[in-house]
């Protein structure tokens, strides 16, 4: 659901790919811009409420923004996937198999993002004081890739030199369950290794013998590895 300020709810959406604890750095291959941010996938059915409620609010927006564009703007949107934040799960390729994403497909999934640390909820519901950071890794370090989350989004519009389009900030997460982990899990690797023979006692430790004298002779102004005939 949504409120007056624009922030919209979700919850009990699966997190993926998750930058939370640490930020992640892009380069713009082009220019060399460094860009940081905290950011995160959030996946969800269709019908989900949350994401209904994300999608009247991005049409508010476009609506006060670009009035009776509003629509067209927004089909040309949707139409170019670098300009949203919002996708279907199938558009979501892995680019070394060129399938969906494990967990993907069927969803739909929103991307959010803060050039801060978004603000961490506590079980309770209370806010994480940000100054206490060991509470604070210690609640981002529940999150992974599969599990269940409560988050606060804020969408806005985008209009500048990019292009139109609709993007949106991460504010808050809270971790609300477990689930399966995304991935390809552990691999067992005992059916490659066999036993070890033990192995005898240690013997004690001998200290090596005193490194032979070099070859050459010493020079007089104390420059080492000169042969004789040089220092006379």
């Known amino acids: 659901m949504s409120d007056p300020t624009g922030v919209v709810m979700l919850s009990n959406v699966r997190l993926s790919f998750p930058n939370l604890v640490e930020p992640q750095r892009k380069v713009n291959e082009t220019t060399g811009e460094v860009r940081t941010s905290y950011n995160c996938a959030l996946l969800m059915p269709p019908d989900d409420p ?4 994300f999608m009247k609010q991005y049409a508010a927006l476009a609506a006060d923004k670009w009035k009776e564009h509003a629509n067209q703007i927004m089909q040309m949107v949707h ?4 300009t949203r934040c919002y996708a279907n799960g199938s558009e979501t390729v892995n680019r070394q ?3 969906p994403y494990a967990g993907y497909d069927g969803m739909m999934v929103i991307s959010a993002s803060s050039k801060h640390q978004p603000q961490v909820m506590q079980p309770d519901g ?12 210690q609640l981002l370090r529940k999150l ?4 269940r989350v409560n988050v606060a989004l804020k969408p806005w519009l985008q209009e500048n030199k990019h292009g139109r389009g609709i993007r949106c900030d991460l504010i808050a997460v809270q971790f609300a369950r ?5 991935g390809a899990g552990e691999i067992d690797a005992t059916s490659l290794f066999g036993q070890v023979a033990e192995s005898g006692p240690v013997g ?7 490194m032979p004298p070099m070859p050459f002779a010493t020079a007089a102004n104390g420059i080492p590895g000169l042969p004789p005939f040089l220092t006379s």
Not at 50 to 53: D, E, P, T
Not at 79 to 82: E, H, P, S
Not at 178 to 182: A, E, K, R, V
Request: proline letters at 10%.
């Open 79 to 82: 139409t170019d996937r670098k």
């Open 178 to 182: 477990d689930d399966q982990p995304f």
């Open 50 to 53: 949350g994401f209904a409620a």
């Open 144 to 147: 992974y890739g599969g599990c």
């Open 204 to 210: 004690p430790v001998t200290t090596p013998a005193a």
């Open 97 to 99: 198999t060129l399938k």
């Open 126 to 137: 209370n806010k994480a004081d940000p100054a206490n950071t060991m509470l604070v890794q």
